[in-house]
C-alpha cells in the first residue's frame, strides 16, 4: 500500500519539469498533505493503482512533441484500473517558440489517460498566455486540461500559478471525496 494518498509523476529530459513537480509537492506539504514523487522511467505503472490523487507532469518538445519516457508506456495508460482516482495534469512548453503546439503533450497524456475512467480536477484557465493552438485545451478553449507552465516565457509566474493551482486542487480534491 502507498504511504501517501497522493504521487506526483513527472516525465523529464532537462530537470525542468522535475522541478515544477517539486515545487507542487512542497504547496501540498504546506497543506498538510504528504505526496510521493517519481520519475516515470522509475516506476512500475500497476503503482499508479495505489493512489487516490495522480499528478502527472509532462514537457512538450518542439513542435509537440511527447517527452520519451512517457511515450514509452503512453500505450500502456489506458488500461489502468484509475475508476477512483482522480486526476491532476501540469504541462511545460514555451508559448511563443512553439505557440501551435503550446503543452500538446498535456493533451497526448489526457488523451491517452480516458479510458481509465479516472477523474480529472485542476483545468487551468488559458488566460494570461499567448500561443496560436494547442492540444491541452478543452473544448471551451478557456481552459487546458491542467495547469500550463512556461519555464522559458513566463518563468516569473510560475511560482504563483503553482500556488493558486495546488489551492484549487485541494478544493477540488475536498468536492471529489464529500
Not at 14 to 42: M, R, S, Y
Not at 100 to 129: C, H, N, R
Request: glycine share 10%; proline share 2%; hydrophobic share 40%.
Amino acid at each position: 500500500m502507498a504511504q501517501s494518498s497522493i504521487a506526483l509523476i513527472y516525465g523529464t529530459d532537462t530537470n525542468n519539469t522535475e522541478e515544477v513537480g517539486h515545487k507542487i509537492a512542497k504547496q501540498w506539504e504546506d497543506l498538510g498533505e504528504t505526496v510521493d514523487i517519481f520519475n516515470i522511467k522509475d516506476i512500475e505503472l500497476s503503482q499508479l493503482e495505489q493512489y487516490s490523487l495522480l499528478i502527472l507532469g509532462i514537457p512538450t518538445w518542439d513542435f509537440g512533441g511527447i517527452q520519451s519516457d512517457w511515450e514509452d508506456i503512453g500505450d500502456n495508460l489506458g488500461e489502468l484500473a484509475l475508476g477512483d482516482t482522480a486526476i491532476a495534469l501540469y504541462g511545460l512548453g514555451d508559448q511563443f517558440g512553439y505557440g501551435d503546439y503550446f503543452v500538446d503533450a498535456m493533451g497526448w497524456l489526457y488523451e491517452k489517460l480516458l479510458p481509465t475512467s479516472a477523474t480529472f480536477i485542476g483545468q487551468w484557465p488559458t488566460e494570461g498566455y499567448d500561443f496560436e493552438a494547442s492540444r491541452a485545451c478543452v473544448h471551451d478553449k478557456e481552459n487546458f486540461i491542467g495547469l500550463a507552465i512556461d519555464e522559458d516565457q513566463q518563468f516569473e509566474l510560475t511560482d504563483a500559478r503553482i500556488e493558486q493551482w495546488v489551492i484549487q486542487l485541494y478544493a477540488e480534491r475536498a468536492v471529489e471525496a464529500a
